[in-house]
């Protein structure tokens, strides 16, 4: 793999322009150049720079047009699939807050009537929304309007995305509570801004490694939060390791099962309206969960480990781990009991996402 990555490097540019609220655009071969400007960092300003003649549709997810029931069969299928809303008098920027911002459903009674219409550059669309997770923003964006900061392809944001471009950066010792020899390796790439790390516990004895790949969790690694079972699962899983001898934990920083950190905390206001973690993400417009463990791949392979005993009890974990080329020989169960606040998560998982409680 090559060190530079000028498409990766311009989605990085690109990223850093979605979040000040600057427009960019994404090209795809054989459609027409899509200019794209983030609902949610827009204002007056910068949407009148935007679009001075006041002309724009919207870009949405399916997931967020079903829940609109802007969509129709098709679109609602693929909660991924981009949806474009027309222009009309009335779409403006208060209510294109409240198209995309679920936040605001039971509060805004929206304007309308709304019509959707045909995606005429769907690789371009949906390049839009997964950098939108990427960037850690809502999946909406104001559309067709003039002067972008950067432009890029799907293929740039593929390269961005790239785990191979994943290295390893330094390594210390670290002792933890529950694993006083304990050494951490940290990992990054060079476009990327957020730093992964590996906590080495024990040494290698023969076994493969137990190994557990824990997600981000702000809220409840570090505020003790007790809607999830996050920060549990991590000292537990650390106590584990130790007591096996040799362990791996690998910590993503994929917060909110890929969302971000403020989006994460929407599906949680979400949740206190009364919908739980599965709809709250599609709510919002995005996949349930939209992890991507070949980073964790990455990261056992540049620690030269190809075969784990993976603790987890999430079924997808093992198949994204064993198709990134990790051999999960055994699957331990990383059970917790729940307290109050989280039964019905947990429920979720168990019943909704395949978890094995």
């Known amino acids: 793999m090559s060190g530079d990555a000028p498409g990766a490097r311009k989605v990085a540019r690109a990223i850093d322009a979605l979040r000040r609220g600057w427009a960019i655009a994404i ?10 400007l983030s609902v949610e960092m827009a204002d007056p300003v910068r949407l009148e720079a935007f679009a001075p003649a006041g002309k724009y549709a919207l870009l949405l997810s399916g997931g967020r047009a079903e829940t609109l029931k802007l969509s129709n069969q098709r ?5 991924a699939a981009p949806v474009i809303v027309e222009q009309a008098p009335w779409l403006d920027l208060p209510t294109a807050l409240a198209l995309a911002d679920p936040q605001f459903d039971l509060a805004t009674p929206l304007k309308g009537p709304f019509r959707t219409e045909a995606v005429t550059r769907p690789a371009a669309s949906a ?26 392809s799907p293929a740039d944001i593929d390269a961005h995305e790239d785990a191979a471009r994943l290295k390893l950066a330094t390594r210390a010792r670290l002792p933890v509570l529950g694993a006083e020899g304990a050494e951490i390796v940290a990992f990054r790439s060079p476009e990327q801004a957020g730093e992964h790390v590996a906590l080495l516990i024990g040494s290698p004895n023969g076994r ?3 190994v557990r790949l824990h997600s981000e969790c702000l809220t409840g690694d570090v505020l003790g939060s007790l809607k999830c079972d996050c920060g549990p699962q991590l000292h537990a899983a650390i106590e ?13 920083r994929q917060e909110g099962r890929g969302i971000g950190l403020i989006n994460k905390l929407r599906a949680y206001a979400l949740q206190d309206q009364g919908f739980d973690t599965v709809d709250a993400n599609t709510r919002l417009g995005f996949a349930v969960d939209a992890r991507n463990f070949g980073l964790a791949a990455q990261m056992l392979r540049l620690l030269g480990q190809h075969e784990v005993r993976l603790l987890t009890n999430n079924p997808q974990k093992v198949t994204q781990l064993e198709a990134a080329g990790v051999a999960v020989v055994e699957r331990v169960p990383h059970h917790l009991p729940p307290n109050p606040h989280n039964e019905r998560y947990l429920a979720t998982k168990r019943d909704r996402t395949g978890h094995q409680l």
């Open 208 to 210: 493969s490694p137990l």
């Open 240 to 252: 584990a390791m130790e007591a096996s001898g040799w362990g791996i934990l690998l910590y993503l």
């Open 75 to 79: 679109e609602a299928a693929d909660p």
């Open 27 to 36: 090209e795809a071969p054989g459609e027409d150049r899509l200019v794209l």
């Open 127 to 152: 390049a839009a929304l997964q950098l939108a997770r990427v960037a850690g923003l809502l999946p909406a964006f104001f559309i067709d309007g003039i002067d972008p900061e950067a432009t890029i």
